[in-house]
């Protein structure tokens, strides 16, 4: 039914041909709601408004990852609408800690890692690049939700 990519790929996974809207926040707790109304306000009379709690959801778990797990002064939100489906980005300025699909879940990661679990049940794909090439500079966790879960991420 879903799938997350085991490697991050080479190149962005926002496609071209879709509208992009991007979204700079400072890393407080605040963050993950003002992205969730970001992405609602994004999404709602689109064709893909039945994706708005999906994508909610996964958002949501997202930024509030960044904002709990970094110390990154903005947190930097990239959606791409397109045609057959959506894909959003979170990037922060700490590339050291970029969750693996499908990675293990152990330790204080198993407690507290549970939402990149919905990720994974409900996006057709997700991952993470790191960016910055030799020096890294940040990184960004993406996800690609599409009604038909037929289509190619």
């Known amino acids: 039914m879903t799938s997350a990519n085991t490697t991050a790929p080479s190149t962005s996974p ?3 041909g ?15 709601g003002i ?18 709690d999906d994508a ?17 002064s903005l947190i930097r939100v990239h959606v791409t609408i ?12 700490t590339p050291w800690t970029a969750p693996a699909p499908g990675g293990p879940r152990t330790g204080p990661a198993q407690e507290c890692g549970r939402g990149l679990l ?5 996006a057709l794909a997700w991952g993470a690049d790191v960016c910055g090439c030799c020096t890294p500079s940040h990184k960004a966790v993406w996800f690609t939700l599409a009604a038909d879960a ?4």
């Open 14 to 16: 926002h496609r071209r």
């Open 18 to 32: 879709g509208e992009d809207y991007r979204l700079s926040l400072p890393n407080t707790a605040r963050s993950a």
């Open 35 to 52: 992205a969730r109304h970001f992405v609602t306000s994004l999404l709602t009379g689109t064709p893909h408004s039945g994706l708005v």
């Open 56 to 72: 909610r959801l996964c958002v949501t778990e997202v930024v509030a990852n960044a904002h709990r797990h970094t110390r990154t």
């Open 82 to 93: 397109g045609p057959e489906q959506v894909t959003v980005s979170v990037a922060d300025d």
């Open 118 to 122: 919905l990720l994974e049940e409900l």
């Open 150 to 153: 037929g289509v190619a991420a």
